[in-house]
């Protein structure tokens, strides 16, 4: 059980890091027209490779967040006929980890992370980057309320 713990504190402080990753990322981002200015280079271009960057690093946050999660409710007892990211944002609403309303906004957010690995889309991807500052409130919520001690 102890080895369990410890193995779950790791995953939790890697999850922990990605989200910060991300959060300085989405600063980056409001500043990108500035930068761009500073560079003398086109402020699309620059607004797109930091927007993509954002995508990229959510990508990685979420992954690492709902694995842990989903490690985190087996610790607790809970057990998934499937772990899947949605089966584990459901039984957090079950746990009372989540509101209802934090689970809808989980669900939504799974479906854009699978839409960022299903062929890239310009339109899509500008809409997935302006829900990621929501999302990335959601995921520290969720780290929060299952931080190992």
């Not at 899947?84 to 854009?112: G, Y």
Request: with cysteine; glycine share 4%; net charge positive.
């Amino acid at each position: 059980m102890a080895l369990e713990k410890e193995r779950l504190q790791k995953k939790y402080k890697k999850a922990l890091t990605a989200l910060a990753s991300l959060k300085k990322s989405l600063v980056y981002l409001d500043k990108a027209p500035s930068m761009a200015q500073c560079l003398r280079e086109d402020t699309v271009s620059v607004y797109q490779a930091f927007r993509d960057s954002v995508v990229q690093r959510f990508e990685y946050t979420f992954d690492t967040t709902w694995k842990y999660v989903g490690e985190y409710l087996g610790l607790q007892g809970r057990t998934l006929e499937i772990k899947t990211p949605k089966a584990v944002f459901r039984e957090c609403l079950k746990a009372k980890l989540l509101s209802e309303q934090e689970v809808v906004l989980a669900i939504k957010m799974v479906d854009h992370r699978n839409e960022t690995t299903h062929g890239y889309d310009e339109l899509l991807i500008e809409e997935i980057s302006k829900s990621i500052v929501a999302y990335a409130g959601l995921l520290e919520t969720i780290l929060l309320r299952t931080k190992i001690e």
